[in-house]
């Protein structure tokens, strides 16, 4: 039944983030801060998915190859989000309430979307995953992914 429950709570996570992000990308008007509060959840639902698969990988959560579809899937999902629709210009770190966002994710726009490309790729893999040797062996490409991103494009905590 846990397996079952965060599965459900990765779906959710991303329907709200979504539904979210819909909501203020139809403002015409948007706030900086209503941008940066989207992403910061948008980047929330994809550590609670990441804590699924690392604690899966770990053993520490039995292997369920639906649970690992979901989280994989709930990160891909996030990954294929256009980054224009929540990193819009304004919000870099000191113009925007808790923004770490670097100003390079304007300067480079290509670069970023490489980044969001890049975990999509990777979760791609793990959404295949059959087994705990599979999931292990895509953990690394994953990880990778993240901390590339949050390297070039995000800046220290304030």
């Given at each position: 039944?846990?397996?079952f ?31 940066v ?16 698969l ?24 996030l990954?294929?989000?256009d ?43 793990l ?15 994953l ?16």
């Amino acid at each position: 039944m846990k397996a079952f429950t965060k599965s459900h709570f990765a779906i959710a996570s991303a329907a709200a983030l979504f539904a979210t992000a819909s909501v203020a990308s139809s403002h015409a008007t948007k706030s900086s801060n209503a941008d940066v509060a989207a992403r910061h959840m948008m980047m929330e639902v994809v550590a609670k998915n990441m804590g699924i698969l690392g604690s899966t990988a770990k053993g520490e959560i039995a292997f369920n190859a639906g649970l690992v579809q979901s989280a994989a899937g709930g990160i891909n999902m996030l990954a294929k989000i256009d980054p224009t629709s929540l990193w819009t210009e304004g919000t870099e770190q000191g113009a925007a309430d808790l923004s770490r966002a670097k100003t390079e994710i304007w300067s480079d726009p290509a670069g970023f979307a490489q980044k969001f490309e890049d975990m999509a790729t990777a979760s791609a893999v793990l959404m295949g995953a059959e087994d705990l040797d599979a999931l292990r062996a895509g953990m690394g490409p994953l990880g990778g992914a993240c901390k590339a991103c949050h390297e070039s494009y995000r800046g220290p905590k304030n």
